[in-house]
């Protein structure tokens, strides 16, 4: 994935990525054209749509051919830009944003936008499809009366087996509970005067921040960086503090 706000991503950062080769990887894939009117091209592409879904989310970058080495193997990384043609960008837009909505259960909210500056007039454009990772996983197609479910590795995109689309229901499922669990537990926590410091008075007001991606596939936040922890999670309204860390992990105070 282009680590970039999806709004600031610019023609500069697509021509980065082909002049520097970068390699597809499990959250950034290169196409060479949008999928056709046929039926297979569009089962291929809410395939790789709902495989990005279902893992960490990515870029997918339609109008860039991927490099074939001397056997023909195809690299997995940028050969050259080949700017799409015979349909405008919002044209493109609308037909990918359709085809999603259409094909793939639950439904899935992407960000499609053209990038222009292609081609020897200047007026090509490649598109880029970034599709965050789900809350509401596993998406299955559904097009055409399929009923398929996939997820991405380094490899690329992978059908699920049973037991892995009983998993992924299941951890779905789990995770309001867990939240919920979480939550309760911090509550009774500070209604016994449980905190990390002591509070001065008997009124309470809770504000709490959860990090959901622990919940959904057990990432941790990085305690390395001193710095940027205060930075983060500086004090509301405090004009001066200490912080430390503690078995639950670090505070500011």
Known sequence: MIQKNFDD?????????VVNKISEIKTLE????????????????????????????GDLIYGIKEAIDANGKKTGQPG???PLQGITA??????????IRTGIEPRITVHVKGIAGYGTDGNGFVILVRIPQSFA????????????????NSAGKYQLDVQ??????????SQAERVRSFLQNRLAKIMADETPVPLSTE?????????????????????SSNRNLTLDFRPIGASGWDHRYNLDGFYNL
């Open 9 to 17: 991503i610019t023609k500069a950062d697509i021509d980065f990525l």
């Open 30 to 57: 290169y196409k060479g054209k949008l999928p056709s009117s046929q039926d297979s091209d569009k089962k291929e592409f809410l395939a790789d749509i709902s495989s990005f879904a279902n893992a960490s989310g």
């Open 80 to 82: 050259t830009v080949a």
């Open 90 to 99: 919002d044209e493109a837009k609308l037909q990918i944003e359709n085809l």
């Open 137 to 152: 996983l596993p998406h299955m197609v559904t097009f055409k009366n399929t009923s398929r479910f996939y997820c991405r």
């Open 164 to 173: 892995e689309i009983r998993n992924a229901f299941l951890a779905t499922d």
């Open 203 to 223: 009124h309470r007001l809770v504000l709490h921040i959860l990090p959901l991606y622990p919940f959904l596939n057990h990432q941790r936040l990085q305690l």
